[in-house]
Structures are given as C-alpha cells and as structure tokens.
C-alpha cells in the first residue's frame, strides 16, 4: 500500500512542471508546427503552423544566432507576429554563413517551448526568381532585354548576375501553337518570325550547375509590317592568309552596305547597346557583297557581326548577328626564317614572326611551337624537329656543303589544332670549318718544338763534316812534340792528287833522317830528330811497290 501510494506520489511530483500552469488558470502553449524559411532572390521568409487553433490571441516571435556568437537574437520582422508568416528580408547576413533560427508561440505571459529550425546557409537556400523581360518588335523578328532576378541592389546574385544563362520559351498567340524554346542572351533577338503576327513568351533563369529559376509571367506582342528592304543573309566570314573576307547573300541590286562589329560581352550586360556597336572602316558603303577586313581589326575575343543594306532612304534591318571567335577562324601566317653558317661546321637557324604587323598579331593571339625541316640539298632525307625556342642549331654537318631549311608554325594547344602553311626553303652553305686552322696550329707546334731536336741533329751532322773534311791543324801532343808544323791532311781522304811519297833514311839508331821528294807544290826537304827509331805505324800497310822502291834507294846513298 504504501510503496503503491510513494510510486502515485514520484509521478505527480515528476508531472507536476506540465500540469502546474492549468492548474494555477494558465494556459498550455504548443510549439508551432512545420516550420520552413524561404529565400527567393534576396526576400526572406519565416512560414509555420500554429499547433493549436482554438486558443486566441496567440502571437509568434523567433530568434537568431550567427556563427562566433552564442546569444540568440531578436529576429527582424519577426516580433509578435499574428499571422503564420514574418518577412525577415531587412536582417543583414553572410550569405555564405550558416544561420540558426528559432520560434515560440506567445499569448500574455504565457510562452511555448522553442522550435529550432535545423542551420542552413542562404545562398544554398536561395531560389531564383522569375527576371524582368522587356520587348521589343521588328518585322520577322523580337528583340529581347532580360534584366537579371532579385533587386538591382541585391546581395544575393551580386556576384552571380552575370553568369546567369536564360531560357525562352516562345509561341504564336494561337491554342494550337507549338511552343519553342531556346537559350538566349540578356540582349538578343529572336528570329524567323512571321509579320505582323503576335507572339508569347516566358523566360527563366538559371545558374549552373543546379539552380533553376522559375519563369516570368508571360509577355505578348505583335511584329510589324515588313520592312521594303530585306536583311542581308547568310552572314559568314573567310579567313585567307592575313586577312578576313566578310560575305553576305542579298537579292536586290544597286543597293549599298555597312557592317558592324560589338564584343560579344556586351550581350551579357543588361542595358542598352545601341552605342556600343564599332563601324568596320572597310566595309562601309560597299556596293558588293563582300568586303575585306584586316586581320589585326580583331584582338582576342568573341565578337559579334551585323551588316545593313540601304537603297537611298531606305535602309533594311540589320541582319541576324554573326558570332565570331579570330582564334578558331584565324589563319596562321608562316614564320620567318633565316641560316647562317658557322666556323665548327654547323648552321644556326632563325625563326622570327611574319614582318606585316597584322600578322604578328594574328600570331600572339596563340602560343606557338615550329616545326622545321632540314635536309641536305642534294638528298631527299629529311630531319624533321619541334621546337619552342626560335634559335636553334644544327651541329656536325659536312664541310662546304649546302643545306636547306623550311618552317611552320603550330599552335601548342592542341584544342585549337592550328598550323600555318610552311615557310619558304632558306638554304646556306658550310664553311670549310676548323680543319685547315687545326693542321696549321698543329704544324707550328710540331715546328717549334722540332727546333732543338734539329738543331742538335745540325749539330751533330756539322761536328762529323768538320771532323771529317776540316780535322784539327794542331797534332796530339805525343806527336807535336817530333814534329815542327801540322801533319799533313787527313790520310783517310784521298785527293785527286798523288800524295808525295816519304821515306826516311836511318844513320844511325840515334838519328832519323827524313828525305823528301818535292811535290807538286815545290815544298823543301825536311828533316826531323827524334830519340827513338820506333815506326809510327803510318806505313805498315804501305803496298809492296813503294817498298821495293825505297829498298832500291839505300844502296845507291850508301855507295855515292
């Protein structure tokens, strides 16, 4: 009994917060219900159910709190709101920022619990609202002015307004039309109608990669009475060397033409274009179909281009715009390229933008690589090379040898796959290079350093002549010492002239006596002493003749 009556006691006691208010004469508030914020453009918008309609009087107030701060704030526009809706529109937020929001019911002093709404950021919550269309009529065509969504002072696309791409959808004010839609610009024209016809259109905007906007409320209206004078047709443009051909298609003769040209930006632009538009100098009051257009008059860029007949008076409305983009209609024109021989049996190669100006800015408009062909003059094997430098070289060729080269220029990216034609062949001779230099060189230091070996060679050579042909006036020693004067020349070297034959007389064995024949050259007798009979040894191979005749010789002095 009593731990039924303790356990009755714990849940009155645990009741007790909830019930307490009823009981003192206060009312039970709930939370309200299925709360939702939308952002359409820069309107904000806090919606909800109330949970309880048979209690009256009851308000609603919501709270918020940003990032880096934990204090709930009052929520602007959103204070003892009466209705299930408050506009908060007037709050200044990060965009880009998280935002938490909360809301109660109130009615006197009596509140409901919180409703949190779950964090969101705007920008991701945001939709896009339907723009602002303006029209305008023609006689086969409606000129369009879309002005982006949100005000024009607008937070929430002021980074985005232009980026936004916008989707028409257009129909013959009839039940049965058949309705066509198409991506147009913030300014364009829509064209191929039918005079004086009425048609209707909505358009819509969207942000990539997901954001679609809901369309416009429909416009209507009506084209005019054809214009005497057509458009020119079938605008299209040639690109031939250094120059553009703008050609057009018209039916009527003796008529005269103008062409204009605008930067395609400016359709992205909301606002009036009519002073934006450039008169091509070149293709102004021309009587043909055609008109030619320097290639520099286009820088990098999408452009636009319109041509207008005139008869007198009467001019025609201009034609439908062209677009044109000079990077993938332009025409490469070929480099420049030069040889020049070098003394190490090479040639150096020089590549160089075309000379006309409007060349070299066609030109910039890429980032370029050149192929260059290289080859022999007398031979059909050719080397073929890549190259992003404009000076370059080709090393070991023959000497005094004619080589030839040609050259073209490509674009490095390869998505606009763009190749001028090749250049004129430039041809140039090698020089003789090095070679003679090096056996000139070669031979001065053989020379120089064959100078000491050579002259010591001389030398030698000289010392055996002098030897030979020019012996020593002066005697040895051993020998001066018997004989007054220089010995005779050297018996090795046999003259001409017989040799005077000597022979010597001894006495006795303590005196030598030489006796002399007269020679030739009429010299005297001599006689020499000498302290010893011993034989020089200078006729021991005397032959036997010139011994017999000396033998012959002593017995006549011995008997006179």
Not at 459 to 485: A, D, G, N, Q
Request: glycine letters at 4%.
């Amino acid at each position: 009994m009593f731990s039924l009556l303790g356990a009755t006691t714990l849940v009155l006691v645990a009741g007790a917060p909830w019930t307490l208010p009823a009981a003192v004469g206060g009312i039970n508030l709930k939370s309200p219900q299925n709360v939702e914020v939308h952002i359409i453009d820069d309107t904000f918008t806090l919606s909800w159910n109330r949970s309880d309609l048979a209690v009256g009087n009851v308000t609603f107030s919501a709270d918020y709190q940003v990032p880096r701060n934990d204090t709930w704030l009052k929520l602007p526009g959103c204070q003892s709101i009466t209705s299930t809706k408050c506009n908060f529109s007037s709050l200044k937020l990060n965009i880009y920022e998280e935002v938490k929001l909360r809301i109660r019911a109130e009615k006197g002093n009596d509140t409901s619990p919180w409703h949190n709404v779950d964090a969101f950021t705007p920008f991701e919550k945001a939709q896009i609202g339907p723009p602002k269309v303006h029209l305008e009529a023609e006689d086969k065509a409606i000129k369009i002015n879309i002005s982006p969504p949100g005000a024009k002072d607008g937070i929430m696309w002021a980074l985005d307004s232009s980026s936004f791409t916008y989707s028409l959808a257009i129909w013959k004010n009839s039940s049965s039309a058949e309705v066509r839609t198409k991506t147009v610009y913030p300014r364009d024209k829509i064209y191929q109608l039918s005079p004086e016809t009425t048609y209707c259109l909505k358009v819509r905007a969207r942000l990539l990669p997901r954001k679609i906007g809901a369309y416009s409320p429909v416009h209507c209206i009506k084209t005019t009475v054809e214009n005497k004078l057509p458009p020119p047709e079938n605008i299209r443009i040639d690109a031939k060397n250094d120059i553009y051909v703008l050609k057009w298609d018209y039916a009527y003769e003796n008529v005269t033409f103008q062409a204009q040209w605008l930067h395609a930006y400016f359709r992205k632009i909301p606002g009036s274009e009519s002073g934006k538009w450039r008169q091509i100098s070149d293709c102004a009051n021309v009587k043909t179909t055609q008109c030619v257009i320097p290639q520099n008059t286009f820088q990098k860029g999408i452009y636009l281009i319109r041509v207008q007949a005139s008869d007198g008076n009467t001019t025609s409305v201009w034609s439908k715009d062209k677009r044109f983009d000079p990077q993938l209609q332009s025409v490469l024109a070929p480099p420049v390229i030069n040889m020049k021989s070098t003394n190490d049996v090479s040639l150096r190669v020089y590549i160089s933008a075309p000379e006309e100006s409007e060349n070299k800015s066609v030109n910039q408009h890429y980032s370029v690589i050149y192929e260059i062909v290289f080859w022999e003059n007398i031979s059909n094997a050719e080397r073929k090379t890549l190259e992003k430098r404009t000076d370059l070289t080709f090393p070991n060729l023959k000497p005094l040898t004619v080589y030839c080269a040609k050259a073209r220029a490509l674009t490095a990216d390869e998505r606009w796959n763009k190749s001028s034609i090749f250049s004129d062949p430039v041809c140039e001779k090698t020089k003789a290079g090095n070679t003679s230099k090096t056996w000139l060189i070669a031979g001065i230091c053989v020379a120089l350093l064959s100078i000491p070996v050579v002259s010591y060679v001389l030398k030698l050579l000289l010392r055996c002549i002098r030897y030979v042909f020019f012996p020593s006036s002066k005697p040895p020693s051993t020998i001066h010492e018997y004989l007054s004067e220089p010995p005779l020349r050297n018996l090795l070297l046999f003259t001409s002239e017989e040799q005077t034959e000597r022979c010597f007389i001894i006495e006795n064995t303590n005196i030598l006596t030489a006796v002399e024949e007269p020679d030739q050259a009429g010299e005297d007798h001599k006689k020499y002493n000498s302290q010893t009979s011993q034989d020089s040894g200078n006729y021991s191979n005397e032959d036997e003749s010139n011994g017999s005749k000396c033998g012959e010789d002593f017995p006549q002095e011995e008997a006179e």
